[in-house]
């Protein structure tokens, strides 16, 4: 993980444009990328864990390392809507893909939010690792984003400590 070059950010906002594109046509960007493969294609390495109902990634542009997002397959536009049995296995991943952050990344805490906001907004949990000496926080959520070039050494061992206790139905992705 290195800070994100000026060229870097342009193409991340660049995905970003694309993303409100869809959404100006009533499309979320989202379930277009869940339904396209393009969100679980896994080319870098960065797909963690999927189910059914579910599937976490590592950000590529993290805020920090082991920065993970936590995203629901169905359309769900805000916790509130979530049905009581998908808010508990998502409860339960997360508290997997928590754990297991913790022992790899070696941090103090993980912090877990979620923001969704819009009128297409999905449901998804971002998870972000605070290591010993970083900023104490919410501030955690607005630090400068850096650029994750390669996903498979962290994404290696985050999967491997996922496999050690896997929750039912869960499908690590292949390491």
């Known amino acids: 993980m290195r800070p994100a070059t000026e060229h870097e950010l342009r193409e991340r906002a660049e995905r970003g444009r694309g993303w409100k594109r869809l959404v100006q046509q009533g499309i979320c960007h989202t379930c277009h990328s869940i339904a396209e ?5 896994n080319p870098d390495g960065a797909l963690l864990f999927e189910n059914e109902r579910c599937f976490a990634v ?3 542009y993290p805020r920090g390392l082991g920065h993970t997002i936590l995203i629901a397959k169905p359309h769900v536009p ?5 049905s009581d049995e998908l808010g508990t296995e998502l409860m339960s991943v997360m508290l997997k893909l928590t754990r297991a952050l913790k022992t790899v990344t070696a941090c103090d805490k993980v912090y877990q939010v979620t ?6 907004s999905h449901l998804h949990f971002q998870l972000i690792p605070r290591l010993p000496g970083e900023q ?3 501030g955690v959520f607005s ?3 850096r650029y994750l070039a390669s996903a498979e050494p962290l994404a290696g061992a985050v999967k491997a400590e996922l496999a050690r206790t896997p929750v039912g139905g869960d499908r690590v992705a292949p390491g």
């Open 58 to 60: 590592l950000e590529q």
């Open 78 to 82: 805000d916790i509130a809507g979530l």
């Open 136 to 138: 104490i926080g919410g």
């Open 115 to 120: 923001m969704c906001s819009g009128p297409l």
């Open 37 to 41: 493969r393009e969100a679980t294609a």
């Open 143 to 145: 630090s400068k984003r």
